[in-house]
């Protein structure tokens, strides 16, 4: 089991920059690949990044390729999500999630994913 926790959230102009973070406690953390997800209102959830155990393939949703970066740091059990270019299309709830230990390869179903942080709000305004 792992446990996430996002922070790094915030209001922001479009066009400008955020980076949202993602900590674990547990030993294990290198041993689950990551990803990012996002809940807009009345919306449903969507994939937004990815990025393997050892950090080497990452991997996006055609949305925010090119603007966004995921990357991760096995020493420190973080995961990071560098949000640039941001829109206002962007403004959701982002989840940082891991699916069952060991579990590997591209997943983008909600389904897929075992384990969720609490969620961070980004909010993009016009």
């Known amino acids: 089991q792992v446990h996430l926790v996002e922070s790094g959230g915030g209001l922001v102009q479009a066009g400008g920059s955020l980076r949202l973070s993602c900590a674990a406690s547990?030993?294990?953390?290198?041993?689950?690949?990551l990803a990012w997800f996002r809940q807009a209102p009345g919306k449903e959830r969507e994939f937004v990044a990815g990025?393997?155990?050892?950090?080497?393939?990452?991997y996006y949703a055609d949305s925010v390729k090119d603007r966004f970066a995921i990357s991760r740091d096995n020493a420190k059990n973080t995961m990071n999500l560098q949000m640039n270019s941001l829109k206002p299309d962007d403004t959701a709830v982002y989840y940082c999630?891991?699916?069952?230990?060991?579990?590997?390869?591209?997943?983008?179903?909600?389904?897929?994913?075992?384990?969720w942080g609490q969620g961070t709000q980004v909010t993009v305004s016009s």
């Open positions: 999630a891991a699916p069952p230990r060991h579990f590997g390869g591209r997943m983008t179903r909600p389904h897929e994913y075992s384990y």
């Open positions: 547990e030993r294990t953390f290198s041993t689950y690949t």
């Open positions: 990025i393997t155990r050892s950090g080497d393939n990452t």
